[in-house]
């Protein structure tokens, strides 16, 4: 079939589909996925892909945004309309703005390019190990309360409690960001990582969405901006939560 190309015909190697019109990246994705034991069907563009999707039965998408004709956010809207199969996006650098909403149309990643094919893969195995893990299970493993420097969240019921067990009322933005900081705390994440984590539910796609964001948490924690101890500014890297995190 022109244009596509599968690297194996083993059924019982999980089956990823590549769209890139670059044919040498295309080809080197799939060569390089393959040598790790990834079943691959790789295709040049949107048309290709929806020819082969009905008899693919494929657990990855690798899907380039900067396609000719049906652009990659098209293609991603639609096959969000037919499966919830997990999406890793390929991005320009400069694409901040297509990349957010691809990831707010249901992208479970991205990677810019160029890219270190060892990313990609490392990628892609974190998205598969995360959609494999049962529903029970990680509700299961979800915390009915998350304690943090004196201060209390509560996932099931989306609230933050003060040190003296107030309730402290956050919008679902604010709320998405402190559980960002806090499932990684005393790690520094940089503008564009919270933007990415947050699927830019905050203000668009500008570093400034997150300063003003931060700054109005802070007030909630009684954090003072200036002198910051807990949620505290890296100069040049982003932002960090400095607490011990305890899981109840």
């Known amino acids: 079939m022109v244009g ?30 393959e040598r790790q ?15 082969i999707w009905p008899n693919g039965n494929f657990q990855m998408v690798v899907l380039d945004l900067m396609l000719p004709g049906e652009s990659g956010l098209d ?12 999406i890793v996006m390929l991005t320009a650098m400069g694409e901040e703005t297509d990349r ?9 990643d991205y990677l810019p390019k160029p890219f270190n094919p060892r990313e ?16 029970d299970r990680r509700t299961e493993q979800a915390p009915r309360a998350i304690q943090f ?27 998405d960001l402190l559980a960002a900081l806090i499932d990684r705390a005393n790690r520094v994440l940089t503008r564009d990582m919270l933007l990415d984590l947050l699927r830019g539910r905050q203000a668009g796609p500008f570093d400034r969405a997150i300063d003003v964001a ?22 040049g890297g982003g932002y960090v939560l400095a607490a011990e995190v305890k899981r109840l």
């Open 149 to 175: 420097s004196d201060w209390t969240l509560e996932p099931t019921r989306r609230r933050l409690l003060n040190p003296e067990g107030v309730e402290v009322p956050l919008t679902g933005g604010e709320y």
């Open 4 to 33: 596509i190309m599968e690297t194996t015909s083993n059924t019982q190697l999980p089956h990823i589909l590549v769209i890139d019109d670059d044919r040498e990246i295309r080809d080197l994705i799939a060569m390089f996925l």
């Open 75 to 86: 293609f991603a809207r639609w096959l969000r309309s037919q499966s919830n199969v997990p």
């Open 214 to 235: 931060i700054s109005r948490l802070r007030r909630k924690l009684e954090d003072n901006g200036r002198n910051a101890q807990l949620i505290k500014t890296v100069r």
């Open 100 to 108: 957010i909403i691809g990831l707010e149309l249901g992208a479970d």
């Open 37 to 51: 034991r990834f079943r691959v069907s790789a295709v040049r563009d949107a048309r290709e892909a929806r020819r």
């Open 120 to 135: 990609l893969l490392a990628r892609i195995r974190a998205v598969l190990r995360r959609v494999s893990e049962p529903v």
